[in-house]
């Protein structure tokens, strides 16, 4: 799997959106970027993945740069139950497992 | 997305015992994965489970520490044996699942937290 990095931890206000930023400059043309969080003391939760087109769901927007060496989750209103340790991952598709680094710890603030 | 049971959610060990983890499935799916989370630590891979043929473990982990089955594609238990304080961690399950064209998604149970006094 590409390492990624990603910063040790980050702030947000209430209602604003958060935009977490991950580097992922060695990922192969194979690898989509997958996103989790964790929030203390439950199991990893899926937001979203994407290969090399922008993806949006209900939870999230991914933002893959053309490269795809870097990209950018977007929380569009965080709120205090986002807050929570989010892992970017990125790794083939199929029969593998995911290779966790440490996150970023996300504190959303009142 | 599957759902993931795990049992127990909690539990309280003694030094020297074992304790299975279960882990159930609302669908079929091929492969499944076991994590260990250890106090303030991320994830790391314990094994990967195929139904029908042996875990391939994760160097650093070894069959007789923690055995697994898989006995069909909706159920798997993981063992963690002969405890000792440092095996007091979460344990996670996790499956895959297929989506096409839109690669695979893997999801994640709630974890098991055992903790070896």
């Known amino acids: 799997d590409a390492k990624t990095t990603q910063p040790t931890s980050m702030d947000c206000a209430e209602g604003r959106a958060a935009n977490l930023p991950c580097n992922h400059s060695t990922i192969s043309g194979n690898e989509y970027v997958y996103w989790y969080r964790q929030i203390h003391s439950q199991g990893p939760q899926y937001i979203i993945h994407?290969?090399?087109n922008n993806e949006t769901n209900e939870m999230a927007s991914l933002i893959i740069t053309e490269d795809r060496k870097s990209s950018t989750l977007i929380l569009p209103h965080a709120t205090l139950r986002d807050t929570a340790v989010y892992y970017c991952?990125?790794?083939?598709?199929?029969?593998?497992?995911?290779?966790f680094g440490k996150g970023t710890r996300l504190s959303v603030i009142a | 997305s599957a759902v993931i049971s795990q049992k127990p959610s909690r539990d309280i060990c003694q030094r020297g015992t074992s304790l299975t983890i279960q882990c159930q499935v609302d669908s079929q799916v091929t492969m499944m994965f076991w994590y260990r989370q250890q106090p303030g630590q991320s994830l790391t891979l314990i094994a990967t489970a195929n139904q029908g043929s042996e875990a391939t473990y994760e160097s650093g982990f070894v069959i007789d520490k923690f055995p697994i089955s898989r006995p069909n594609l909706t159920f798997s238990t993981l063992t963690v044996s002969n405890m000792s304080p440092e095996d007091s961690s979460i344990y996670l399950c996790?499956?895959?699942?297929?989506?096409?064209?839109?690669?695979?998604?893997?999801?994640f149970g709630e974890g098991s937290w055992l903790t070896v006094v």
């Open positions: 996790s499956v895959e699942e297929t989506h096409g064209w839109y690669g695979n998604t893997i999801y």
């Open positions: 991952i990125a790794s083939p598709s199929g029969n593998t497992p995911l290779v």
């Open positions: 994407g290969l090399k």
